[in-house]
């Protein structure tokens, strides 16, 4: 991420930080490669203060382009896969670069390298422009990871909002995912309590607790 204390939140797009994203970046695979993790999130940075984003949009792209493609080689001898996500400018954060799946599915047609995907967070994707069902198919061969958030308030699937996630599970098993469902959401509660919404999911599904089959056992 940066250097959150002096308002980074990623350096992949930010012109001038391209050292400080490398050196950031080795130490990330460092990481993952110490807890198994073969996916690490490449954030794009915020569009620097006082600049308007039309005028360093071009100077961002090259930036972000030439980052993504030196991840790319790194990420390639690892093994490991970096990931886009783009995050919602309208309620989280007005200044982040990359703002929709549109706009990471461009980066990525422009980087051109198999080991990046596009990390699609249903919250965002909601806020910026909905259309949930048809984005998930169109985007589905570049997705690398799914992470999910109930829209407005970014609590458990279950809790009042706009999304339909049974529904949204039961697309994705169609599309043929196989990978996570990474939970990026503040519980109302604690973390047990929050994951509730998991159990009585399996349930209706007719899985126990863990995701396996009543049948199988």
């Known amino acids: 991420p940066g250097d959150q204390e002096a308002g980074e939140l990623g350096l992949a797009a930010v012109p ?56 790319a080689d790194l990420l390639s001898q690892e093994d490991m896969i970096g990931l ?27 980087v051109g390298r198999p080991n990046l995907k596009l990390q ?13 069902s048809r984005n998930l198919e169109t985007y589905f061969p570049l997705i690398g990871h799914i992470q999910i958030a109930q829209v407005p308030g970014r609590h458990e699937p279950d809790s009042p909002g706009e999304l339909n996630f049974p529904y949204l599970f039961e697309l994705l098993e169609s599309l043929g995912y196989t990978g996570y469902v990474g939970c990026e959401y503040a519980p109302k509660g604690d973390t047990l309590e929050g994951l509730g919404w998991l159990r009585s ?3 209706s599904r007719g899985l126990q607790h863990g995701g396996t089959s009543k049948a199988a056992k």
């Open 16 to 71: 001038g930080r391209q050292a400080a994203f490398r050196q950031a970046l080795k130490a990330a695979v460092h990481y993952a490669r110490a807890v198994g993790c073969p996916r690490i999130h490449v954030m794009a940075g915020r569009v620097p203060l006082g600049t308007e984003r039309a005028a360093v949009a071009g100077e961002m792209e090259t930036t972000f382009i030439e980052n993504l493609r030196y991840t």
């Open 84 to 110: 886009l996500e783009p995050i919602n400018n309208r309620i989280t954060d007005p200044r982040y670069y990359l703002n929709t799946p549109q706009h990471a599915a461009a980066i990525l047609e422009k």
């Open 201 to 203: 999911y399996w349930e």
């Open 120 to 132: 699609l967070d249903l919250f965002h994707c909601q806020i910026m422009d909905g259309n949930l």
